[in-house]
C-alpha cells in the first residue's frame, strides 16, 4: 500500500546552505527540480547561436554525449540540449521498470531581452523520482555522476541555486500530486508489440514519417535491458508546447521534451497528471485545471507514433 501525499505547499527557498558534499543535494533530505546556474548578457532577440555552440562545446569537453537540442513551444527564448554519458545510461537501466527514461539529462536557456538564464535539471531529483527504491544504494552509485555533471555547471555557470518547489526525498520517491492522482508505476500504455526490436522497429518507422505536431529530439536504446527512450518534443500549438508552457510557467522547460519509453515489448509514456506535476511540484490546483485537456492531449499526439 502506497502511503498518501498531500499535495506540496507552496515554499520559500533559502539558498544558503543548500548544497552537500556533491552540491547537488538540497537542504537537509530535500530535493529541488531546477537549478539556476546563471545568467549571460545577450543582444535582444533570439538565443545567439553562439551561446548554444559554447554550452555544446562545454557539454562534449567533459566527455558528455548531446543527445539532441531544440525549441520548446518552437519559441526564439527557450532552448533545450540533452546529453548523457556512459555512466549515467548504465545506472539508468539498472533500474528495470522504465529506469532509461532517466538516461537524459538536460540544460535550458531561457531568455528574457538580454538576459539569458541558464538552468539544468537536478539530477538527484530525476533519478530518486524514476528509480524509486529499485537500485539499493543509489546515493552511493550515482555519486560520481552527480560530480561529474557538476562540473560541467561550474564550467557553464557562477551559480548553483535551485528553484521549482522542493520535495522530501521519501515522499519523491512515490510522488503523486494529491489523492487519486498518478504515480510514477501508473504509465499510459500506448501499445504492445511481439518484442522489444518490433516496438523499436515500429517507432523508428513512425518517427521517419515525421508525423505532424512532433519533434523527435533525441532517442537512447539499450538492447541489453530492452529499453528504449524518445524524448518527444509536443509541437502543435493549440495542444502542445505553445499551449500548455505559457500558463504553467516557461522557466521549467528543462522538463522537456516529454519522453515515450519503450521497455520489453511494452510502449509507454508517464501519465500526464504525474509528469506536469513532478516537473511543476508547486501548480496550485487553480492552474492546473487550466491544463485540464493537456494529459490527453499529450496522449493523443504520442499515440501517433505507435501505429
Aim: glycine share 8%.
Amino acid at each position: 500500500m502506497r502511503p498518501a501525499m498531500h499535495k506540496p505547499l507552496l515554499v520559500t527557498l533559502v539558498f544558503s546552505a543548500f548544497f552537500l558534499r556533491t552540491g547537488i543535494c538540497s537542504a537537509g533530505d530535500n530535493l529541488s527540480p531546477y537549478f539556476s546556474l546563471g545568467t549571460v548578457k545577450e543582444k535582444p532577440g533570439k538565443i545567439s547561436d553562439s551561446l548554444k555552440t559554447a554550452i555544446q562545446t562545454a557539454i562534449t569537453g567533459q566527455g558528455f554525449d548531446v543527445l539532441g537540442s531544440y525549441s520548446p513551444a518552437s519559441s526564439p527564448g527557450l532552448w533545450v540540449i540533452a546529453f548523457t554519458n556512459s555512466d549515467i545510461r548504465a545506472l539508468a537501466v539498472k533500474a528495470p521498470d522504465r529506469g532509461i527514461l532517466a538516461a537524459a539529462q538536460r540544460i535550458a536557456v531561457i531568455k528574457d531581452g538580454s538576459t539569458a538564464e541558464l538552468t539544468a535539471l537536478n539530477p538527484d531529483y530525476l533519478f530518486t523520482a524514476y528509480f524509486g527504491n529499485q537500485i539499493p544504494d543509489l546515493q552511493k552509485l550515482a555519486k560520481p555522476v552527480y560530480l561529474k555533471i557538476e562540473t560541467l555547471w561550474k564550467e557553464l555557470g557562477n551559480q548553483k541555486k535551485p528553484f521549482g518547489g522542493l520535495l522530501d526525498r521519501d515522499d519523491l520517491k512515490e510522488y503523486h500530486y494529491m489523492m487519486g492522482m498518478p504515480y510514477f508505476d501508473d504509465p499510459v500504455e500506448l501499445g504492445n508489440y511481439a518484442s522489444f526490436s518490433a516496438a523499436v522497429a515500429a517507432v523508428s518507422g513512425t518517427i521517419k514519417k515525421n508525423p505532424a505536431g512532433l519533434q523527435v529530439v533525441y532517442s537512447v536504446i539499450d538492447e541489453k535491458s530492452k529499453q528504449a527512450v524518445f524524448g518527444v518534443g509536443l509541437t502543435d500549438q493549440e495542444t502542445g508546447e505553445g499551449h500548455f508552457l505559457p500558463i504553467i510557467g516557461k522557466r521549467h522547460c528543462a522538463a522537456l521534451p516529454y519522453e515515450l519509453v519503450i521497455s520489453g515489448s511494452k510502449v509507454t509514456m508517464l501519465h500526464g497528471r504525474y509528469r506536469f506535476a513532478l516537473y511543476w511540484p508547486e501548480l496550485t490546483m487553480g492552474t492546473f485545471t487550466k491544463i485540464m485537456s493537456t494529459p490527453g492531449d499529450v496522449e493523443t499526439n504520442m499515440q501517433k507514433l505507435v501505429k
